[in-house]
């Protein structure tokens, strides 16, 4: 069963960068594409960023694309997001979810996604 953990989360002044982390735990993570979400309050979940099980291929939606960056570090097991010229509509829970297929044309549609961590905070406020 894989488990997975966010951290990183926080509140940031606009213009600021945030690093979200997302690590597994039990199981290896380089069999799993991962995707990022995150959901502002009283929206819907938005997929943002899709990373390949290598890395080799990333993906990201229109509304974080040139200020979001997502890598990953299979040997530690963990994924990031790094988040630069933060925006107050960029406020949510951001959440990462594995799935074993590629990225692939469903790769922000939740429902394609098995293992979902807990969400972590992220408000860009002054």
């Known amino acids: 069963q894989l488990r997975l953990v966010e951290s990183g989360g926080g509140l940031v002044q606009p213009g600021g960068s945030l690093r979200l982390s997302c690590t597994a735990s039990d199981v290896t993570l380089d069999e799993y594409a991962i995707g990022w979400f995150r959901q502002a309050p009283g929206r819907e979940r938005e997929g943002i960023s899709c990373i390949s099980k290598s890395g080799g291929s990333t993906n990201y939606a229109d509304s974080v694309k040139d200020r979001f960056t997502v890598s990953r570090n299979n040997a530690k097991k963990t994924v990031y997001l790094q988040m630069n010229s933060l925006k107050p509509e960029d406020t949510a829970v951001y959440y990462c979810?594995?799935?074993?297929?590629?990225?692939?044309?469903?790769?922000?549609?939740?429902?394609?996604?098995?293992?979902w961590g807990q969400g972590t905070q992220v408000t860009v406020s002054s």
């Open positions: 979810a594995a799935r074993p297929t590629t990225c692939g044309t469903t790769r922000y549609l939740s429902n394609y996604y098995n293992y």
